[in-house]
């Protein structure tokens, strides 16, 4: 394993913000294009799903979504089902970072992505009863625009857009629609 990589896991498990944190940040760096060493950290990643700490969740959804252009061997379609759970994790923030970066595994990895989808469409429904179920929705929408700008589906747009027009709160209506003019 590359040192600095080898450094940087060591990093993420530390119980210190101000180690484990900036070690995240070089990391979402460095899985912003292709890398070579996806499955060097792969199995690190996905075990920190489960662990009980959100800020290790939190960091093995995003960084397995962020790596999702450097699996080439489709790993992420036999664990898609753990990922996803992060998106309604016990802890909101975990939830709302993933939900934030769903686009990602389904805009690099197209055979996951109606899969993706349909859990992003499932969520925006199910969330309405959750506490701050806005916020929420705005992440789901926000991955839904993403992806269909994207991959300049239409389709998908008006889909999102057919999600927001269930929105009861004009106020919210009106924030969500507010996204697809980004």
């Known amino acids: 394993m590359h040192p600095e990589i080898e450094d940087l896991l060591k990093k993420l498990n530390s119980k210190e913000d101000e180690v484990r944190y900036p070690a995240f940040l070089r990391m979402q760096a460095l899985t912003e294009h292709k890398v070579d060493w996806v499955y060097e950290v792969w199995e690190?990643?996905?075990a920190k799903l489960s662990d009980p700490n959100s800020y290790q969740r939190?960091?093995?959804a995003t960084l397995l979504c962020a790596l999702?252009?450097?699996d080439t061997e489709n790993r992420l379609a036999s664990m898609l089902d753990r990922l996803l759970s992060c998106s309604k994790d016990e802890k909101f923030i975990t939830s709302r970072l993933t939900l934030q970066n769903l686009w990602k595994p389904?805009?690099?990895e197209p055979q996951l992505r109606d899969t993706i989808v349909s859990h992003l469409q499932k969520r925006f429904e199910e969330c309405?009863?959750?506490k701050h179920s806005n916020l929420l929705r705005l992440d789901i929408l926000q991955s839904l625009f993403t992806l269909a700008e994207l991959?300049?589906?239409?389709?998908?747009?008006?889909k999102a857009l057919d999600l927001i027009q269930t929105e009861k709160d004009e106020k919210y209506r009106k924030?969500?629609?507010a996204l697809?003019?980004?």
């Open 151 to 158: 991959s300049h589906d239409e389709a998908l747009q008006q």
């Open 44 to 46: 690190a990643l996905v």
């Open 128 to 130: 309405e009863t959750e």
């Open 175 to 177: 924030s969500y629609l």
């Open 58 to 60: 939190n960091i093995g």
């Open 180 to 182: 697809k003019k980004k």
């Open 106 to 108: 389904a805009w690099f």
């Open 68 to 70: 999702s252009q450097s």
